[in-house]
């Protein structure tokens, strides 16, 4: 079974500023894929960015990128240069790759941040 | 080109009926996976179709039962409503089982009183 864990609930960043959100997770699969997605109040998940279990190199796209620590389980999520758009719904997920294990994406229960002008 | 179109918007229902959630996915997508999400928490896999039949399912009870058309398009019904059924559906189109490419649709909000 896979948990991800977000241990804050609401964080707040100034416009133009960065921030890290983060992410535990847990897994006994050694082949597996992590997420983040947005959902602003229109409830639509938005897909930002992923990072493979064997990736070497933390994942980068634009203004994100994923800080991957693997031996601490670790996913953190970077925003840089913060934009009033941001502010949204901020989830992370999982899903195990490994032959025979259920193709789902276990979520975590998400942080809500806001950016403040 | 058009994403993943969900149906009704938002449904409002009484104790103990029955619903249908529905979900045309991307084009080019042929499998569509369905996430609960109560208010306040993350989304809860629920099932996933490919080829017209329920490939993956998750801890949900038998109430919850869904349908793939050859359009690739899905259904989602739910028998026998509870208040705790309450939640924003979420619909998933992507190419093959794999999460990675996932397209979500904006969901239903079902509220049931």
């Known amino acids: 079974a896979q948990k991800i864990t977000q241990t804050q609930p609401g964080m707040f960043v100034q416009e133009k500023e960065a921030v890290t959100l983060d992410c535990t997770y847990d897994t006994s699969d050694q082949s597996y894929g992590l997420f983040w997605y947005k959902q602003p109040s229109s409830g639509e998940m938005i897909f930002l960015i992923y990072q493979g279990s064997y990736d070497e190199q933390n994942a980068t796209e634009g203004r994100y990128s994923l800080n991957f620590q693997k031996a601490r389980k670790s996913a953190n999520l970077v925003i840089s240069a913060s934009q009033l758009g941001d502010s949204a719904m901020y989830f992370c997920a999982m899903s195990p790759f490994s032959s025979g294990s259920a193709r789902q994406l276990t979520f975590g229960s998400g942080t809500q941040l806001t950016v403040l002008p | 080109d058009a994403g993943v179109t969900q149906s009704p918007t938002h449904l409002i229902k009484t104790r103990g009926q029955q619903v249908t959630l529905r979900c045309s996915p991307k084009?080019?997508?042929?499998?569509v996976s369905w996430y609960q999400q109560a208010l306040g928490q993350g989304p809860q896999f629920i099932f996933q179709y490919y080829e017209e039949e329920e490939r993956q399912r998750g801890n949900f009870p038998d109430r919850f039962s869904g349908h793939q058309f050859p359009n690739y398009s899905s259904e989602l019904n739910v028998n026998a409503l509870l208040l705790g059924d309450s939640a924003l559906y979420l619909c998933?189109?992507?190419?093959?089982?794999?999460?990675?490419?996932?397209?979500f649709g904006s969901g239903t909000r079902l509220t049931v009183v």
């Open positions: 998933a189109s992507s190419s093959g089982p794999s999460p990675y490419g996932y397209t």
């Open positions: 084009s080019g997508h042929d499998t």
